[in-house]
Antibody
Framework: QVQLQESGPGLLKPSQTLSLTCTVS??????????WTWIRQRPGKGLEWIGY???????NYNPSLKSRLAISLDKSKNQFSLDLNSVTAADTAVYYC????????????WGRGTLVAVSS | QSALTQPASVSGSPGQSIIISCTGT?????????ISWYQQHPDKAPKLMIF???VRPSGVSDRFSGSKSGNTASLSISGLQAEDEAYYYC??????????FGGGTRVTVL
């Protein structure tokens, strides 16, 4: 059974860099076939697609976040990560990692999500 | 990219049918069939209910169905049950090769 699990700091100060990791268990991220994706949900708000990485390292980012965002892979640990720099209170959200079947643009598997708060 | 437009809330009595709309543009909903719907209960991760406009994943009740007309997609729930009370989000692929979600619809079972 494939599972995704997010991990990272729960609290950050403005201007810091948010770093989150998604650990994939039950399948190899190096196997191809999926876009490994980050999605967030601000408190009381809807979902926002952040971006994805393919096992070959190809990335695709939300234009509104692109200048501050980097998504990377660690194949040895079967993990993918998100780095978002210069955070503000507007980046406070639950961050989810998810699996997107390549070319199909839907998410059949999600992590439980991790809450990240940005506050001074 | 602007969020897709969904009604803030829809309600119905047990056993009734409801429809949730999701309106976009010709650059997203109207241009492609990569339209999905997700159900989210409080403090839970979203769950895929419909993909490719009208395809149900294995295990999803056939009371849920999807459709599209022009720039508007719709999710129909028939035989409304208490367990259907949740938020529902649509998503669509865009001409910018990105993905956009709707603002979400709260479904209340009266």
């Amino acid at each position: 059974q494939v599972q995704l699990q997010e991990s990272g700091p729960g609290l950050l100060k403005p201007s810091q860099t948010l770093s989150l990791t998604c650990t994939v268990s039950g399948a190899s991220i190096n196997g191809g076939g999926f876009y490994w994706t980050w999605i967030r949900q601000r408190p009381g708000k809807g979902l926002e697609w952040i971006g994805y990485i393919f096992y070959r390292g190809t990335t695709n980012y939300n234009p509104s976040l692109k200048s501050r965002l980097a998504i990377s892979l660690d194949k040895s640990k079967n993990q993918f990560s998100l780095d978002l720099n210069s955070v503000t209170a507007a980046d406070t959200a639950v961050y989810y990692c998810a699996r997107d079947l390549v070319g199909n643009w839907y998410f059949d598997l999600w992590g439980r999500g991790t809450l990240v708060a940005v506050s001074s | 990219q602007s969020a897709l437009t969904q009604p803030a809330s829809v309600s119905g009595s047990p056993g009734q049918s409801i429809i949730i709309s999701c309106t976009g543009t010709s650059s997203d909903i109207g241009g492609y069939n990569y339209i999905s719907w997700y159900q989210q209960h409080p403090d839970k991760a979203p769950k895929l209910m419909i993909f490719d406009v009208n395809v149900r994943p294995s295990g999803v009740s056939d009371r849920f169905s999807g459709s599209k007309s022009g720039n508007t997609a719709s999710l129909s729930i028939s035989g409304l049950q208490a367990e259907d009370e949740a938020y529902y989000y649509c998503s669509a692929y865009t001409s910018s090769k990105t993905l956009v979600f709707g603002g979400g619809t709260r479904v209340t079972v009266l």
